[in-house]
C-alpha cells in the first residue's frame, strides 16, 4: 500500500469484516494471489487480517514485557510499540493510534516502572495512522521530539487526528543515527509499504552479551503495485536481508511471532525473542507475495 494518508489503513482492516463492494477504489485486500512459506498460506486479505486483528485487538492493551537489553514491548495486541530505556532518558517507537497513547502505550511504560515523561525521542516506523498517529498526543504528554523520515514528511503532515497538527521537530534520512545514554539507532529507508518506511536497528546486551535487534518496517506492497513501489520493493528485499540480525521485531507483532513468543518466557530459559533464524521470515512471505502480485497483474494485462 501506497497512501498519504494515516487514515488509510484503519479504512482497510475495517472492509475485512465488511460485504465485498463493487467498486475496486472501496473494495478490501484481494484473498488473491497465494503464496505458501513454511507450510502456512497466504494472500493479502489474511496477510493483513493477520497483522491488524480485530478492533478489539488493535486497542487491547498486550502485557508490556522485556524483550532483551534495554528493549520492551508496550503495544497493544495487534499493533507493536517499543521502549528503549537508557540512563539518559528513553525512546519511544511507534506510537499507534492516538486513542491508544493513554490506555496502552503511556500505562505500558508505567506498568514497567518507567516513566512517560522521561520520553526523549519518538519515533516510528511508517506514516500510518495504526503506528504513528499518536505521536501528537505521546509529545504533549512528554515533551519528547518527534523525529521522522525525510520521505514521509508529507504523509505525516497530513496526519491530523482531531486536527491537531503532526509534530516534526527533525526529519531524518537514510543512514542517520539517533543516540541516547548509550544507545544508538540507526534508520535504514526501507520504502515500499510508504514512500519513507524506515526499519531501525540497534545494539542490545543481554547477560553479557551483545545482539543485533532489528525492528523491521512492513515489506507488504498492499493493492496494485505501480513502477514505482516495485523499484522501491526492489531495493528494500535485498537490503533488508542483509541487515545483521539476531533479534527480529516488527510494527505488528505476528510479523516476529510476539504471542508465540512471549508465552515461552520464562526465568531461566533461553530467550525466546533472539531468533536469528526467523530474522526473513516475513521478510520470505513479502517477497513470495510481491512477486506473486507482479504476475498477477502482468497476466491481467495480456
Sequence with gaps: MNNKSGQFVCVVAALIAAPAVSTAQNRG???????????????????????????????????????????????????????????????????????NVRPVIQKSVEDLGFKFSDTKFILGNHAHGDHMEGDALAKELSGAQVWVMAEDEAALRAMKPGGKEHPIDKVFHDGDTLSLGGTTLTAHLTPGHTHGCTT??????????????????????????????????????????????????????????????????KAGAPNPFIDPKGCNIETDIEEAMFHAILKEQAEAAK
Design 200 to 265: 531501525w536497528t540497534m545494539k542490545a546486551t543481554d547477560a553479557g552479551k551483545t545482539y543485533d535487534v532489528v525492528f523491521h518496517c512492513s515489506l507488504r506492497a498492499g493493492g496494485r503495485i505501480t513502477p514505482d513501489i516495485e523499484a522501491e520493493l526492489n531495493r528494500s528485499f535485498p537490503l533488508v536481508r542483509a541487515l545483521p540480525c539476531d533479534v527480529p521485531l516488527g510494527d505488528h507483532g505476528a510479523q516476529y511471532d510476539m504471542q508465540e513468543k512471549f508465552a515461552k518466557l
Design 29 to 99: 485486500p484481494a484473498d488473491h494471489p497465494n503464496v505458501t512459506i513454511g507450510g502456512q498460506h497466504y494472500n493479502p486479505k489474511v496477510i493483513l487480517g493477520r497483522n491488524m486483528g480485530t478492533p478489539a485487538d488493535q486497542e487491547m492493551q498486550f502485557p508490556p514485557h522485556k524483550i532483551i537489553g534495554n528493549v520492551y514491548y508496550i503495544g497493544s495486541k495487534t499493533l507493536s510499540s517499543f521502549l528503549i530505556v537508557t540512563p539518559a532518558g528513553n525512546i519511544v517507537m511507534d506510537t499507534t493510534y492516538e486513542r
